[in-house]
């Protein structure tokens, strides 16, 4: 768990926030005014943390309160020993969160990674709490059809999810994301693809792996790709209720994507996002890899501005 106090330099300097409504120290950033008409969560995936978001929070917090949390077992989270890291638990999490501690309504979701299908779980149980649905290099269950089959073929085709489905065969998943610590950046970089590999400074690189300082404080980013690829017989999620699915899928949503990702390649995310929202805008960042806010910062923060004050 990274220090409270930790700013890396001045990159991150937003006062912490603690709950542990859901059991565990949980660490979340509430900036911005309280009266601003509901409040946009940014919600971070694999292997990141809330720092992922920090060339938003700022300008967008002069206006919007903003929430950032981070997940069980990344950033300044604590990462119990005694929990299975599964997607369900997160959602648990989060709803503990902005639910039970917050209160919040009229949230504008802004998901990535893994953080897409933890939010929409998250909405599928709150339909009523979501204004509107901000997408970017991620995925939503929704449970329709044709979705199961087009994250079969990303599973199949994508660069990190053959990566980790190899590792996982030979034994080295476990040992590599264990010592994330020392792997985050190759994991960003080269796995999943970060095309502006400048930004990448000792600064960077401390905060991404600060986390991550032994084996124990690995739980959450091993679990995440490790329920993929062996995921437990006995864990069956429940169908989405079909009420929740039609109030989300009326909710304005639009899908920035990051054209050169190598994990969850825009072949599948766009049509999957398409299933569920054929209607809304697809923009896609032709020079941008999976991770759109650390290399087009300025043109998600504008793409945002406008999505919100359009819908």
Known sequence: MIPADETFDRTWPYPPHFTEAAGFR????????????GAVVFLHGEPTWGYLWRHLIGPLSRE??????????????ATPADRTYLAGEHIDNLEALLVDVLDLH????????????IGTGFALRHPGRIARVFATNTVLPLGLPGYDKLMAENFADSHWFRWASAAHANGTLEQTLGGAGSSVTHLMLALQT??????????????????FTDRAACQGVLRFPQQLVAPDPDVTP???DLDAVAALRAKPAVLVEGMRDTALLPRYVIPAFQLAYPDAPVIELADT??????DAPETLLALLHLFLQTT
């Open 26 to 37: 949980q660490h979340y950033v509430d900036e911005g005014p309280r009266d601003g008409g």
């Open 64 to 77: 919007r309160r903003v929430i950032v949390p981070d997940h069980m077992g990344f950033g300044k989270s």
């Open 106 to 117: 009229d949230i504008t979701l802004v998901m990535h990674d893994w953080g897409g299908p």
């Open 194 to 211: 970060i095309t502006r590999p400048q930004h990448i400074t000792p600064t960077w690189v401390r905060a991404y792996a600060a986390h």
């Open 238 to 240: 429940a169908p989405p």
């Open 289 to 294: 890899g999976h991770f759109p806010s650390e």
